[in-house]
T-cell receptor, first 121, second 113 residues
């Protein structure tokens, strides 16, 4: 299957600083990537949909000025958490969409990165 | 009410046992139902997807969807230690590759050798 990487895997930062997380599709081009967040013992929740060359679409309740998304190329999307606070501490995971062909049928699938654990002190 | 509910476990079973993992959902618009497997420090990996009601089998894995009761199940036969992981159910109203996925919390499964 398609491979998606994220960098860094873990980051610890001080309150008030900004943190950038990268999501890369390694062996395919992705016009659409998705950013999710997961709090302990909670579900993965979609934050935003990132489309190459255009503005991201944010889910209700997600602050677009706080979580800046840039999808500048077909293999890279970045999420910047600006002025991070302890309540932003979470597991951030991206996915990238690719077409899967199985025999005579095909479908779009989201391939997930390994996630980034952010801790804000 | 959460749109997708899943018992977080943890669940421990002996090797060779049949494992049953379950979710319920509340959104009638959901048409696609997925099961993902997530190993520690890895991203979720799609195991199987089902469109609408019915069964789907892939090797030792069987996915079942009953839309009348809004119930989603994953069965693992002849469970192996390598099946130890967190299993997440997810749903989407249409093409799940393009759509927002609504996840359950995940069930942590351990297969005891």
């Amino acid at each position: 299957g398609a491979v998606v990487s994220q960098h860094p895997s873990r980051v610890i930062c001080k309150s008030g600083t900004s943190v950038k997380i990268e999501c890369r599709s390694l062996d395919f081009q992705a016009t659409t990537m998705f950013w999710y967040r997961q709090f302990p013992k909670k579900s993965l929740m979609l934050m935003a949909t990132s489309n190459e060359g255009s503005k991201a679409t944010y889910e209700q309740g997600v602050e677009k000025d706080k979580f800046l998304i840039n999808h500048a190329s077909l293999t890279l999307s970045t999420l910047t958490v600006t002025s991070a606070h302890p309540e932003d501490s979470s597991f951030y995971i991206c996915s990238a969409r690719d077409l899967v062909v199985q025999g005579s049928s095909s479908y779009n699938e989201q391939f997930f990165g390994p996630g980034t654990r952010l801790t804000v002190l | 009410q959460k749109e997708v509910e899943q018992d977080p476990g943890p669940l421990s079973v002996p090797e060779g046992a049949i494992v049953s993992l379950n979710c319920t959902y509340s959104n009638s618009a959901f048409q696609y139902f997925m099961w993902y497997r997530q190993y520690s420090r890895k991203g979720p990996e799609l195991l199987m997807y089902t469109y609408s009601s019915g069964n789907k089998e892939d090797g030792r894995f069987t996915a079942q969807v009953d839309k009348s009761s809004k119930y989603i199940s994953l069965f693992i036969r002849d469970s192996q230690p390598s099946d130890s992981a967190t299993y997440l159910c997810a749903s989407a109203p249409s093409n799940f590759g393009n759509e927002k996925l609504t996840f359950g919390t995940g069930t942590r499964l351990t297969i005891i050798p």
